[in-house]
T-cell receptor, first 113, second 113 residues
Framework: DSGVTQTPKHLITATGQRVTLRCSPR?????VYWYQQSLDQGLQFLIQ???????AKGNILERFSAQQFPDLHSELNLSSLELGDSALYFC????????????FGEGSRLTVL | AQSVAQPEDQVNVAEGNPLTVKCTYS??????LFWYVQYPNRGLQFLLK??????LVKGSYGFEAEFNKSQTSFHLKKPSALVSDSALYFC???????????FGKGTRLHILP
């Protein structure tokens, strides 16, 4: 158990809908990363927060947004969903940014029908 | 832009033989390099990292990796493979001052009994 909690574990929704994925980092970790894993694209970096502040942005679509709250949990919001958004979304946390030892949650599997 | 390449989608090795999983990287500045492993239906687990110091880094489960600056490579190695090493392996990179951690597409390692 990594100590990182992601909910929901599975989510099935329809095109055009909006979903929110939630991540609780490991106790004491200030940095949260979001990644999208799909079969053809591998593990794509989306966005990273440190102590509530956005620090790095990757290939995150404009339809997607995220935030990290004062209690350090993070949410990834996906809107106007398309079939291609179906993927496994991982959250990872670390004590500090850029130290590299990320602790990953088990992921949220999103299926868009 | 940072990038990580894992040239082999799959590597097959007989149990007891040495294994190598290849990784090359492109970052600006001094690289921070990492290896992670993913078992089916699980999040990624940290194996080892190179930040500075010895080019040969030792990690979990008997794995090690060799940093080669001139070849911009960070290959993962193990002297004697176990069937339980079969999994998906990811190489990742970042650099000093950049909070993004970019992953390669992954290499599936099959250890044949």
């Amino acid at each position: 158990d990594s100590g990182v909690t992601q909910t929901p574990k599975h989510l099935i929704t329809a095109t055009g809908q909006r979903v929110t994925l939630r991540c609780s980092p490991r106790s004491g970790d200030l940095s949260v990363y979001w990644y999208q894993q799909s079969l053809d694209q591998g593990l794509q970096f989306l966005i990273q927060y440190y102590n509530g502040e956005e620090r790095a942005k990757g290939n995150i679509l404009e339809r997607f947004s995220a935030q990290q709250f004062p209690d350090l949990h993070s949410e990834l919001n996906l809107s106007s969903l398309e079939l291609g958004d179906s993927a496994l979304y991982f959250c990872a946390s670390s004590v500090l940014p850029n130290t590299g030892e990320l602790f990953f949650g088990e992921g949220s599997r999103l299926t868009v029908l | 832009a940072q990038s990580v390449a894992q040239p082999e989608d799959q590597v097959n090795v007989a149990e007891g033989n040495p294994l190598t999983v290849k990784c090359t990287y492109s970052v600006s500045g001094n690289p921070y390099l990492f290896w992670y492993v993913q078992y089916p239906n699980r999040g990624l687990q940290f194996l080892l990292k190179y930040i500075t110091g010895d080019n040969l880094v030792k990690g979990s489960y008997g794995f090690e990796a060799e940093f080669n600056k001139s070849q911009t490579s960070f290959h993962l190695k193990k002297p004697s493979a176990l069937v339980s090493d079969s999994a998906l392996y990811f190489c990742a990179a970042s650099s000093y001052g950049d909070d993004k951690i970019i992953f390669g597409k992954g290499t599936r390692l099959h250890i044949l009994p």
